[in-house]
């Protein structure tokens, strides 16, 4: 059995923060139901393009790869009713809508526990369920700037800069999936469930890590630098190549003297001026130099096979197509892929989360192709009862 085999999740969610939470789980055998509202043509994330076709794209196929689809409007009576039949036979109830919005509909703790004591309820948000901006949308961009990512990305004289990824909501999705599987394990060893209020901003908060330290204990001002260097840690940045760049990390005494070794300077080591973390960091702007110059005498490979001989951590600066082809990824096997019916070959990254088993991909599903499947598992329905909800509109109309 996969490690999540015996959860069922099901999940209120659209877009990406949230997706990305529960196709963890999936990933590690979770039974993850999506609930798609049919009036707005369920998840979002099914017309992002590129490589959109219909419902179906890419970008969606990779949030919820592995998922099944339930389409069902809450709003209405009948939905809730076949809604609140599905919550005595799930382990977690997972949504990402806006703070203020898991009380008002009734998908938190207190509101389903007398369905189910055991009830793990999950919100991801953007700031929270508590607090003035509950009742605000949040999206990754938004919480990079207000959580000072931005001041601290690029160059020092360019406008504040975002990540190139999506990491606030990425790493938001991580955490939920972590909150989640730590009250499962409670709600298991003590039989009650729980709430787990998971916000975008406070993991971007939280991921300022010694920066955020540095600030709230001194007033310390993180300086932007210069090829993507270290803050304080010098030589731990990029450096140009005769045809190219390369990463080079050296945040440790005896790794600074081999580095040297490596670059043909031994002397550099033994300078003064340079002894240790704090000399080097007042004395950036004169060894640098010396580092870029003798970096440009030859090229990316050849740097790569001297460092790696010397024990220095290096890397090219690849872009994502050479990333995927690197040899480290081809031998672990970490691009999968599958057929999708309407998308042909889809290929993507398979789930870093390694427990023994090989990765397990399948298609993500179409919108509400298992609702009646579902409900015939989980809570009993026969076709008679299905229809019915049907005509009441429960599944749209």
């Not at 948000?125 to 003035?132: L, Q």
């Not at 990079?144 to 790493?171: F, I, N, R, Y």
């Not at 702007?285 to 050849?302: K, V």
Request: charged share 20%; net charge negative; hydrophobic share 45%.
């Amino acid at each position: 059995m996969r490690p999540l085999a015996d959860v069922t999740v099901l999940a209120v969610e659209q877009y990406g923060a949230g997706p990305w939470a529960t196709l963890q789980l999936a990933d590690l055998g979770a039974r993850v139901i999506k609930v798609e509202d049919p009036t707005s043509g369920g998840d979002v994330g099914r017309y992002v393009p590129p490589y959109q076709d219909g419902e179906d794209s890419l970008f969606f196929e990779t949030f919820n790869r592995g998922k099944e689809s339930l389409s069902l409007d809450l709003r209405t009576k009948a939905g809730r009713a076949v809604f609140e039949d599905l919550i005595p036979k799930v382990d977690v109830l997972f949504s990402n809508l806006r703070g203020d919005q898991p009380a008002r509909l009734g998908l938190t703790y207190a509101a389903l526990k007398h369905l189910n004591p055991r009830l793990v309820c999950c919100s991801l948000s953007g700031y929270g369920m508590t607090g003035p901006r509950a009742s605000e949308g949040g999206y990754d961009y938004v919480m990079q700037g207000l959580a000072g990512w931005m001041m601290l990305t690029g160059e020092p004289h360019a406008p504040p800069t975002k990540s190139g990824l999506s990491l606030v909501d990425l790493s938001a999705g991580y955490v939920a999936a972590l909150a989640i599987v730590s009250g499962l394990w409670r709600a298991r060893r003590d039989g009650m469930g729980c709430d787990c209020d998971i916000s975008l901003f406070e993991t971007a908060l939280a991921e300022l890590m010694y920066v955020g330290t540095w600030a709230a204990s001194r007033g310390h001002v993180t300086r932007r630098m210069a090829s993507s260097a270290h803050p304080s840690l010098v030589p731990f940045q990029v450096f140009p190549t005769a045809d190219g760049w390369i990463v080079v990390a050296a945040p440790k005494q005896n790794l600074w003297r081999a580095l040297c070794e490596a670059l043909g300077r031994p002397e550099v080591a033994d300078d003064p001026r340079f002894a240790d973390f704090a000399a080097r960091d007042r004395h950036r702007a004169t060894l640098l130099p010396l580092l870029e110059a003798a970096f440009r005498t030859r090229d990316t490979a050849a740097w790569l096979k001297i460092l790696a001989a010397a024990g220095v951590p290096s890397g090219p600066v690849n872009d994502v197509a050479a990333a995927l082809l690197d040899p480290q990824t081809v031998a672990r096997g970490d691009v999968v892929a599958y057929e999708h019916p309407r998308l042909g070959t889809v290929r993507q990254v398979a789930s870093p989360l390694r427990l023994g088993d090989a990765p397990h991909v399948a298609p993500a599903p179409e919108r509400g192709a298992d609702s009646a499947a579902i409900l015939r598992e989980l809570a009993g329905y026969d076709e008679a009862r299905f229809a019915a909800a049907r005509a009441a509109g429960a599944f749209g109309s």
